[in-house]
Nanobody, 121 residues
Framework: QVQLVESGGGLVQAGGSLRLSCAASGSIFSIHAMGWYRQAPGKQRELVATIISGGRVNYSDSVKGRYTISRDNAKNTVYLQMNSLKPEDTAVYYC???????????????WGQGTQVTVSS
């Protein structure tokens, strides 16, 4: 079984910073990509940032220049440093990992339970 556990959400004032962490545990053979998504009330889940195994990163236009995604391969952990936060960044942030649980498995997507980020004006 694979588990993704997020931490680091909370309440912050506009202009502040937060750092999210997501640790993958369980049966993991290889991780191809990890990323962060978010879902605000009444809206669809959207991509925030992703990082693939080679280190290439991708950001949504709305967070580019403010957020930084990074990964610790030894710990199977992905981080999201969020700076200059805005009220419109308020959402539940979800971690996603595309990984193979064993050498014989295909790559599947796994999701964390989500962590709330609230930015007050």
């Amino acid at each position: 079984q694979v588990q993704l556990v997020e931490s680091g959400g909370g309440l912050v004032q506009a202009g502040g910073s937060l750092r999210l962490s997501c640790a993958a545990s369980g049966s993991i053979f290889s991780i191809h990509a990890m990323g962060w998504y978010r879902q605000a009330p009444g809206k669809q889940r959207e991509l925030v940032a992703t990082i693939i195994s080679g280190g290439r990163v991708n950001y949504s236009d709305s967070v580019k220049g403010r957020y930084t995604i990074s990964r610790d391969n030894a710990k199977n952990t992905v981080y999201l440093q969020m700076n200059s936060l805005k009220p419109e960044d308020t959402a539940v942030y979800y971690c996603r990992a595309a990984l193979a649980a064993t050498m014989l498995d295909s790559v599947y997507d796994y999701w964390g339970q989500g962590t709330q980020v609230t930015v007050s004006s």
